[in-house]
């Protein structure tokens, strides 16, 4: 062979291997580089043009109980990044919740089969491999309450140092999802932060870091009497670890609370609980109308089982919506009146912090505009056919519509107005 033959043939070769991998770049999907990393997958959320979608494959049937884990595999699509194949371990979540046929879950990621080495994935939250998944069965209308109402309280606690290193300032949020299981439509779903360490900033290595969730309406949760039993109580450790030196302490706030004169509930109060937490907690749950918040569905938060803050969970049953999802709920609900002695004793003995605070957020934060601002920017996550999707899978579902929230927002922001503005609230 000539050497002429020979160059000519090389650039054949070369020529063909250019055009092969332009080919391969145009048939292959655009495949964000950090997908790459297997220790981390990362999912630009705001790159993506359509609903995302979780496919399970695996037994889920009869899922009754917080304790049954189910083994399944998840493939993870949303149209932009790559495909995301994934082992996980799933069980449901919630209290009340349960009994409701369309159900919450609590997914944990693995790399492997044997699920001995968890898979990180970042949504936006930072890496991580634990997430909740919210149906949203009381507000299936709009899927919304609970994220926007946790976004409001999250730009109230936007002061707080210490939750700085928490994701959306320790309070949850997520985003829209569809879910599939074994080919067939499962529901829309929100994918969220859950009630674990990482959502506080927790440092699980330090056994004074901790977070009491306060569960249930009984004489405890209402700092009206002491603790000896956390399961009869509805008291739990939600995150850290419990003890008997986690019981005494809590026991101690309890009696602060309960048996100080009212001097000493002004003047030691912020040795016990956090002020600018407590203050941002009165106030948002009266404008959510967050009935189910004062003595159940809220968080105690401690770094050292001495100072605690205050933390707002589970706020599907807001803005004047009641429990059910089929009815409004009083909207002239106010925390302080909910027979907490908590709550009423701190209305009552910081009313003048509490007034002005309320009236500085009013002027720019708790407006009508900013509120339902908040609830568009949700609302345009989820395409109608999802939402109409999610009715026909599940048509007895219940929840109000975002005509029942403007509605309450019109009566409640004035009622507020008229109420903080009064010399004895």
């Known amino acids: 062979m000539n050497k002429r033959k020979r160059v000519s043939i090389i650039t054949m070769v070369i020529v063909f291997l250019i055009i092969l991998n332009i080919m391969l770049l145009i048939i292959t999907p655009v495949v964000n580089n950090s997908l790459k990393n297997k220790d981390v997958y990362i999912i630009d959320r705001e790159k993506i043009t359509q609903l995302p979608k979780l496919y399970f494959t695996g037994d889920m049937s009869n899922m009754t109980e917080k304790k049954d884990v189910r083994d399944i595999t998840v493939k993870y699509e949303d149209g932009i990044n790559k495909s995301i194949s994934m082992y996980a371990q799933i069980k449901i979540q919630g209290s009340g919740s349960l009994k409701y046929p369309k159900k919450n879950y609590t997914i944990t990621?693995?790399?492997?089969?044997?699920?001995?080495?968890?898979?990180?994935?970042?949504?936006?939250?930072?890496?991580?491999?634990?997430?909740?998944?919210?149906?949203d069965w009381v507000d299936s209308a709009t899927h919304a309450r609970n994220i926007v109402g946790a976004r409001l309280a999250a730009v109230l606690q936007d002061a707080s140092v210490r939750f700085k290193e928490a994701p959306n300032n320790g309070l949850i949020d997520g985003f829209p999802i569809e879910i599939y299981l074994n080919n067939e439509y499962l529901g829309l779903y929100?994918?969220?932060?859950?009630?674990?360490?990482?959502?506080?900033?927790?440092?699980?290595?330090?056994?004074?870091?901790?977070?009491?969730?306060?569960?249930?309406?009984?004489?405890?949760?209402?700092?009206?009497?002491?603790?000896?039993?956390?399961?009869?109580?509805?008291?739990?450790?939600?995150?850290?670890?419990?003890?008997?030196?986690?019981?005494?302490?809590?026991?101690?706030?309890?009696?602060?609370?309960?048996?100080?004169?009212?001097?000493?509930?002004?003047?030691?109060f912020e040795e016990h609980i956090d002020l600018e937490s407590a203050l941002n907690y009165v106030i948002i749950a009266n404008v959510i109308n967050g009935y189910d918040n004062s003595d159940k569905n809220f968080m105690m938060v401690s770094y050292d089982q001495k100072i605690w803050y205050p933390s707002l969970y589970d706020l599907d049953s807001t803005f004047g919506q009641d429990y059910w999802g089929k009815n409004t709920y009083d909207y002239e609900y106010l925390i302080d009146k909910s027979g907490s002695v908590l709550w009423e004793r701190f209305t009552k003995l910081f009313k003048n912090q509490i007034s002005l605070r309320y009236t500085q957020l009013r002027k720019d934060i708790l407006t009508k505009e900013y509120i339902m601002n908040l609830f568009d920017s949700f609302k345009s996550t989820?395409?109608?056919?999802?939402?109409?999707?999610d009715r026909e899978r599940w048509p007895d579902a219940p929840g109000l519509g975002y005509e029942q929230i403007e509605e309450y927002l019109d009566y409640k922001l004035?009622?507020?107005?008229?109420?903080?503005?009064?010399?004895?609230?």
């Open 382 to 389: 989820i395409p109608e056919d999802a939402l109409i999707r």
């Open 109 to 135: 990621f693995y790399k492997d089969s044997d699920h001995s080495q968890k898979q990180k994935v970042d949504v936006g939250f930072g890496a991580q491999s634990k997430y909740c998944l919210k149906a």
């Open 414 to 425: 004035p009622y507020l107005d008229e109420y903080y503005s009064r010399e004895n609230p």
């Open 190 to 268: 929100t994918w969220n932060i859950p009630k674990d360490a990482w959502m506080w900033a927790l440092d699980e290595d330090n056994t004074d870091n901790v977070v009491v969730a306060v569960d249930g309406h009984t004489e405890v949760t209402r700092f009206k009497q002491l603790s000896n039993d956390w399961d009869e109580d509805k008291l739990k450790v939600e995150a850290g670890q419990y003890s008997e030196e986690l019981k005494n302490n809590f026991n101690d706030l309890i009696t602060f609370v309960k048996d100080s004169t009212d001097e000493e509930f002004v003047e030691y």
